[in-house]
């Protein structure tokens, strides 16, 4: 089962199973700090495995807001490229994480 | 209206002047299998391409890194990062993992009973790598292996 947001690149992968939530990207598993929905979100995602067809799309209900705002800003083609440089070096969340890591390795 | 990513993605790369995007479409249908028992007897993985890590691992590096990482099932929010050379799509994860990387959800639904078992260790990955030829050859194949290893029944697979 692949729980996804972003519906056409889902489908171009032809999965066996898709759930659907409409939200923008990096909120697959449900909306920031609602534990409820998030829960919800993936027990409906859960319930897919017992489909006998293939290629079938669950739509979850969920709506992120009452406007179209954020698709507008997920279309917006004019925003440049707004990825990381690309190198290998590691990238943390927090400088405390590389010293924890770089302990960890060497421990 | 469904966002259609594929064409706006394709669109503003055109627009800076790079090469076109290979996106990738299946040409077959998928393996399809249904389930050889219900799911509250089933065991249970997860995949994230969110570049999920817990504290004390090693963090993605944004070069076509197609490392993997196996993250406990008892890993709490507050102890799991991220790293995906698309930042901009990381504010809500980073500030509460489940919303992308669900295993707090995961792990209730367990206790509940819904899911069977989980498998010890949830698998991570950063999906922004730019080769489906590194992705084909050198990250599925250490995905399939782990998950054979944990003798999964079914995944659930969480790109972002």
């Known amino acids: 089962m692949i729980l996804g947001s972003a519906l056409d690149i889902m489908q171009a992968a032809r999965p066996p199973r898709i759930t659907f939530l409409d939200y923008p990207l990096g909120h697959s598993s449900g909306r920031p700090g609602d534990k409820a929905e998030q829960l919800a979100v993936v027990r409906a995602a859960l319930a897919g495995f017992d489909a006998t067809r293939t290629e079938q799309v669950n739509s979850l209900p969920y709506r992120w807001s009452g406007n179209n705002d954020w698709r507008q800003q997920a279309t917006d083609t004019s925003s440049g490229d707004q990825r990381q440089p690309r190198d290998e070096t590691p990238r943390y969340q927090f400088e405390a994480d590389r010293l924890q890591a770089e302990a960890s390795q060497t421990a | ?160």
């Open chain 2, 1 to 160: 209206m469904t966002v259609k990513y594929i064409d706006a993605i394709t669109d503003r790369y055109n627009q800076l002047g790079y090469d076109a995007y290979r996106w990738f479409h299946a040409d077959s249908p998928p393996a399809f299998a249904a389930m050889k028992k219900p799911l509250k007897d089933a065991k249970l993985g997860m995949l994230g391409t969110s570049g999920a890590y817990a504290v004390g691992q090693i963090a993605y590096h944004y070069k076509d890194d197609t490392s993997i990482r196996a993250i406990s099932k008892h890993t709490q929010d507050r102890d799991l990062r991220f790293a995906h050379i698309t930042e901009n799509y990381l504010p809500g994860g980073r500030s509460d993992p489940n919303c992308i990387f669900p295993l707090a959800s995961l792990r209730q639904l367990e206790s509940e009973g819904v899911v069977g078992e989980l498998a010890d260790e949830m698998l991570s990955c950063m999906g922004g790598v730019y080769s489906q030829r590194r992705v084909r050859d050198e990250m599925l194949p250490a995905v399939i292996e782990k998950f054979e290893a944990q003798k999964v029944d079914a995944v659930l697979f969480v790109p972002m």
